[in-house]
């Protein structure tokens, strides 16, 4: 497979045009400082009046056709009706304008072809401009006239406009770049949107005991689990060993719960009596609207509740048993945990769920979304390929969609949003897709919105109040191999407003303070994150128009805890550059040891007789040489944000069948004798872990064995050892010894051997466990 150049994969800083290039003082004079001016013509069509009659009947049908040279954009129509109301709002690109005159026609709706009513025409010299904060501009009547000039009865509200992208008006627009979508739905895909995350909690179901059950058979002790339902979410204990009717569980059940809570909490208590058969004796349903909401570790009240037990009588019909049994128990919401539903490597979020729990804001993160270029054809649409890209934003519980810019390789959105910052220690991330649901494309069901990249930016590792203008390149790893399907031009800035505030948050934990009193376990984390991020993708894709579920899961990165080749050998990579500093540093001093450089072994003699002369220098200088290092490398500490780097995730050399693996379902959909090799392959590489896990085992244990007697005459020897070196350290002062080994250590090669010395020759003949090993 062959390597694309590494210079396509780089970060490119850039210094776009932004915010118009209008400043007062330090800041711009529009919002949108942080993107590029756009200009827009809007016409906002309010309402008409006075229309007169065009079918036989004398009704009408009345609609409005906007129309700018090749564009036209059109209102929905009334039926039957002379004074309609509209309001909407047209928005076309100046770039594009290329025309002198915009038409604003009304129109009446027929079968055959619709009747021309009237309409009045304006010179684009003569339309005003506004810039916000100005007040929107009010509507005016406007006469309608005929194809000659001359003035027909009815009026038309309009407001023309010039202005730009940071109009409030623009969002809900219909762009000229979308004349070639079709119908209401797809043409609500297209436009920016800001979502929310549902605000997600943790239910604990701590499940104490029951009371007077009821079993089928009464000749035996029921086996009984609690078992217990929340939507898609099932939970069950162990099954009570206590062989009565009064089993005792105490045992934990978590849960993830979105607002608007919507479906209740079903428990049932339920009887093993055969190995696959069980047996209902009772449930209950509990809604979460009336569950306690609990902020810290102090315990909650437990609470009984009744079960009831339902019996089939005429095929489904279902009678109920006013009692059955009772069910002890202590429910609550925990509210001071945070729910993850990312990856802590590379949250967004690190908030307790409990608002009252929330500290102050430390800043603001604004993002502008510029541009992108190079965008791969990502479908073909009437035999040519096309891409029609939109960008998501995720930071916090906040989702930005920008518009979508229809068949276009180089979009221009220039969009800019804006997120309160908690901690500066998360991470913004920005993805890039293609909308596959245009022209009705919703109702085959089947379409999915293709991803084209993502990029992560973290914001600790942006300097304060600088803005970052960089172009950042689109990577996806393909079977094939790894692509660039593009670059997107972002602008960032963080804007710090109490450097204080934000100082302190490096002393404080990660994660909230229960998070640490009372610990989840990694098995529960793991659970709990996979039902919080399909808990977060349902909920958006029911929004209008919706965030779709490859979308949501794309940006959370669900798929990453599934086994790679590639991330695999990437991560041991990456213990190796950290040990790397450890490593240089053990070579450094062999070679000090076996003075390869003269005078340096000498200077660090002189060094170690002065510490150990004065040791109380010793922790000064340590900081004093971590300080100097510091200083030092601050002459080259990176200037941009870090970005995806395919040669950190082994993505750039990566074989196709390791490729193959990955992109592999689960369970895996392969055929037997690829499966048969990769499962070889995996025994060869766990088999070499073995050994090394192996021979560590090994060295623990013949240290173990230093006082454990199983051999003997080693342990003997040893504890003599120990008796001597006690009494000589006793009588000889501290510093002596350690001048004596430290000058021992650090000897002259003509005063060493080849051979190992007698220590390391004593531990290595010391007995391990392996020889009682099948």
């Given at each position: 497979?062959?390597?694309?150049?590494?210079?396509?994969?780089?970060?490119?800083?850039?210094?776009?045009?932004?915010?118009?290039?209008?400043?007062?003082?330090?800041?711009?004079?529009?919002?949108?400082?942080?993107?590029?001016?756009?200009?827009?013509?809007?016409?906002?069509?309010?309402?008409?009046?006075?229309?007169?009659?065009?079918?036989?009947?004398?009704?009408?049908?009345?609609?409005?056709?906007?129309?700018?040279?090749?564009?036209?954009?059109?209102?929905?129509?009334?039926?039957?009706?002379?004074?309609?109301?509209?309001?909407?709002?047209?928005?076309?690109?100046?770039?594009?304008?290329?025309?002198?005159?915009?038409?604003?026609?009304?129109?009446?709706?027929?079968?055959?072809?619709?009747?021309?009513?009237?309409?009045?025409?304006?010179?684009?010299?003569?339309?005003?401009?506004?810039?916000?904060?100005?007040?929107?501009?009010?509507?005016?009547?406007?006469?309608?006239?005929?194809?000659?000039?001359?003035?027909?009865?009815?009026?038309?509200?309009?407001?023309?406009?010039?202005?730009?992208?940071?109009?409030?008006?623009?969002?809900?627009?219909?762009?000229?770049?979308?004349?070639?979508?079709?119908?209401?739905?797809?043409?609500?895909?297209?436009?920016?949107?800001?979502?929310?995350?549902?605000?997600?909690?943790?239910?604990?179901?701590?499940?104490?005991?029951?009371?007077?059950?009821i079993p089928g058979d009464r000749s035996r002790f029921p086996e009984v689990y609690v078992k217990a339902i929340l939507g898609n979410q099932a939970l069950r204990t162990r099954v009570s060993m206590s062989k009565t009717i009064n089993p005792m569980w105490n045992e934990d059940l978590m849960f993830v719960a979105a607002e608007p809570f919507e479906e209740p909490l079903i428990l049932s208590v339920e009887d093993r009596v055969a190995p696959n058969k069980d047996e209902v004796l009772g449930r209950c349903a509990i809604p979460l609207q009336y569950i306690d909401r609990r902020l810290d570790h102090r315990p909650i009240n437990s609470k009984w509740y009744n079960l009831e037990k339902h019996i089939m009588v005429e095929g489904e019909k279902k009678k109920e048993i006013k009692f059955a049994s009772r069910l002890h128990m202590r429910l609550y919401l925990e509210g001071g945990y945070h729910v993850l539903d990312e990856s802590t490597h590379y949250s967004s979020d690190l908030r307790p769920t409990a608002k009252q729990l929330w500290k102050s804001s430390i800043g603001v993160l604004e993002l502008g979304i510029l541009n992108a270029h190079g965008l791969s054809p990502m479908k073909t649409k009437d035999g040519r390929a096309t891409t029609d890209a939109y960008c998501v934003a995720k930071y916090g519980q906040k989702w930005v969609r920008t518009r979508t810019i229809i068949d276009s390789f180089a979009p221009k959105w220039n969009e800019q949003y804006t997120w309160e910052v908690f901690d500066p220690c998360t991470v913004i991330t920005i993805g890039v897709f293609d909308n596959c649901h245009l022209h009705g494309g919703d109702k085959s069901g089947g379409a999915r919105d293709s991803r084209i990249g993502k990029v992560r930016i973290r914001l600790s590792t942006l300097e304060t109040d600088r803005v970052y203008t960089h172009s950042y390149p689109l990577l996806v790893l393909h079977p094939t191999g790894v692509k660039k399907m593009g670059e997107i031009h972002l602008a960032v800035r963080f804007t710090c407003s109490s450097l204080m505030n934000m100082m302190h948050m490096y002393s404080q934990p990660l994660l909230p303070k229960m998070h640490y009193i009372h610990p989840l376990t990694v098995s529960q984390l793991d659970s709990l994150r996979h039902q919080a991020t399909q808990i977060v993708s349902m909920r958006l894709s029911r929004a209008e128009p919706p965030l779709r579920k490859e979308i949501v899961e794309y940006m959370l990165d669900v798929g990453s805890h599934m086994w790679s080749m590639r991330r695999s050998k990437a991560n041991f990579f990456r213990i190796m550059g950290v040990l790397g500093g450890l490593i240089a540093i053990g070579r450094w001093f062999d070679q000090i040891c076996h003075w390869k450089n003269p005078i340096t072994t000498v200077l660090i003699h002189i060094l170690f007789l002065i510490l150990v002369l004065y040791p109380e220098l010793i922790l000064p200088t340590i900081f004093l040489y971590l300080f100097l290092i510091g200083v030092w490398y601050y002459r080259w500490r990176p200037r941009n944000p870090p970005h995806m780097d395919t040669r950190l995730s082994c993505a750039d050399n990566a074989h196709p069948d390791e490729l193959d693996e990955e992109f592999d379902t689960f369970p895996t959909s392969r055929p037997p004798d690829i499966v048969r090799m990769r499962y070889d392959r995996l025994r060869s590489i766990a088999g070499r872990i073995q050994t090394v896990v192996g021979d560590l085992a090994t060295q623990g244990e013949r240290l173990q064995s230093l006082l454990s007697w199983r051999d003997p005459r080693a342990t003997a020897l040893f504890v003599i050892f120990c008796l001597i070196a006690a009494i000589v350290l006793y009588v000889t002062p501290f510093q002596v010894v350690a001048l004596l080994t430290g000058f021992y250590v650090l000897r002259h090669p003509r005063f060493r051997h080849k051979l190992p010395s007698a220590p390391l020759n004593f531990f290595r003949r010391l007995p391990a466990r392996t020889d009682c090993m099948l």
């Amino acid at each position: 497979m062959q390597r694309p150049p590494q210079e396509d994969f780089s970060l490119k800083e850039t210094k776009p045009h932004l915010g118009g290039g209008k400043v007062t003082g330090d800041k711009l004079t529009s919002t949108y400082d942080l993107v590029e001016q756009m200009q827009y013509l809007y016409v906002r069509v309010v309402k008409a009046k006075d229309l007169p009659g065009k079918d036989v009947t004398g009704s009408l049908d009345p609609y409005v056709e906007v129309r700018l040279g090749n564009y036209r954009g059109t209102t929905r129509h009334f039926e039957k009706k002379s004074n309609p109301e509209w309001n909407q709002v047209f928005a076309f690109s100046k770039d594009r304008i290329q025309a002198s005159v915009l038409e604003v026609s009304v129109k009446d709706k027929d079968l055959v072809k619709d009747d021309f009513v009237g309409r009045y025409m304006f010179d684009l010299n003569e339309i005003p401009k506004r810039v916000p904060p100005d007040s929107p501009l009010a509507p005016q009547w406007y006469r309608l006239e005929d194809r000659n000039g001359n003035k027909v009865k009815g009026e038309l509200m309009l407001a023309v406009w010039m202005g730009t992208q940071a109009d409030e008006a623009f969002p809900e627009s219909w762009h000229s770049d979308a004349a070639t979508v079709s119908g209401a739905d797809a043409l609500a895909n297209i436009r920016s949107k800001v979502y929310l995350s549902p605000k997600l909690w943790y239910l604990r179901v701590n499940v104490i005991e029951a009371q007077d059950l009821i079993p089928g058979d009464r000749s035996r002790f029921p086996e009984v689990y609690v078992k217990a339902i929340l939507g898609n979410q099932a939970l069950r204990t162990r099954v009570s060993m206590s062989k009565t009717i009064n089993p005792m569980w105490n045992e934990d059940l978590m849960f993830v719960a979105a607002e608007p809570f919507e479906e209740p909490l079903i428990l049932s208590v339920e009887d093993r009596v055969a190995p696959n058969k069980d047996e209902v004796l009772g449930r209950c349903a509990i809604p979460l609207q009336y569950i306690d909401r609990r902020l810290d570790h102090r315990p909650i009240n437990s609470k009984w509740y009744n079960l009831e037990k339902h019996i089939m009588v005429e095929g489904e019909k279902k009678k109920e048993i006013k009692f059955a049994s009772r069910l002890h128990m202590r429910l609550y919401l925990e509210g001071g945990y945070h729910v993850l539903d990312e990856s802590t490597h590379y949250s967004s979020d690190l908030r307790p769920t409990a608002k009252q729990l929330w500290k102050s804001s430390i800043g603001v993160l604004e993002l502008g979304i510029l541009n992108a270029h190079g965008l791969s054809p990502m479908k073909t649409k009437d035999g040519r390929a096309t891409t029609d890209a939109y960008c998501v934003a995720k930071y916090g519980q906040k989702w930005v969609r920008t518009r979508t810019i229809i068949d276009s390789f180089a979009p221009k959105w220039n969009e800019q949003y804006t997120w309160e910052v908690f901690d500066p220690c998360t991470v913004i991330t920005i993805g890039v897709f293609d909308n596959c649901h245009l022209h009705g494309g919703d109702k085959s069901g089947g379409a999915r919105d293709s991803r084209i990249g993502k990029v992560r930016i973290r914001l600790s590792t942006l300097e304060t109040d600088r803005v970052y203008t960089h172009s950042y390149p689109l990577l996806v790893l393909h079977p094939t191999g790894v692509k660039k399907m593009g670059e997107i031009h972002l602008a960032v800035r963080f804007t710090c407003s109490s450097l204080m505030n934000m100082m302190h948050m490096y002393s404080q934990p990660l994660l909230p303070k229960m998070h640490y009193i009372h610990p989840l376990t990694v098995s529960q984390l793991d659970s709990l994150r996979h039902q919080a991020t399909q808990i977060v993708s349902m909920r958006l894709s029911r929004a209008e128009p919706p965030l779709r579920k490859e979308i949501v899961e794309y940006m959370l990165d669900v798929g990453s805890h599934m086994w790679s080749m590639r991330r695999s050998k990437a991560n041991f990579f990456r213990i190796m550059g950290v040990l790397g500093g450890l490593i240089a540093i053990g070579r450094w001093f062999d070679q000090i040891c076996h003075w390869k450089n003269p005078i340096t072994t000498v200077l660090i003699h002189i060094l170690f007789l002065i510490l150990v002369l004065y040791p109380e220098l010793i922790l000064p200088t340590i900081f004093l040489y971590l300080f100097l290092i510091g200083v030092w490398y601050y002459r080259w500490r990176p200037r941009n944000p870090p970005h995806m780097d395919t040669r950190l995730s082994c993505a750039d050399n990566a074989h196709p069948d390791e490729l193959d693996e990955e992109f592999d379902t689960f369970p895996t959909s392969r055929p037997p004798d690829i499966v048969r090799m990769r499962y070889d392959r995996l025994r060869s590489i766990a088999g070499r872990i073995q050994t090394v896990v192996g021979d560590l085992a090994t060295q623990g244990e013949r240290l173990q064995s230093l006082l454990s007697w199983r051999d003997p005459r080693a342990t003997a020897l040893f504890v003599i050892f120990c008796l001597i070196a006690a009494i000589v350290l006793y009588v000889t002062p501290f510093q002596v010894v350690a001048l004596l080994t430290g000058f021992y250590v650090l000897r002259h090669p003509r005063f060493r051997h080849k051979l190992p010395s007698a220590p390391l020759n004593f531990f290595r003949r010391l007995p391990a466990r392996t020889d009682c090993m099948l």
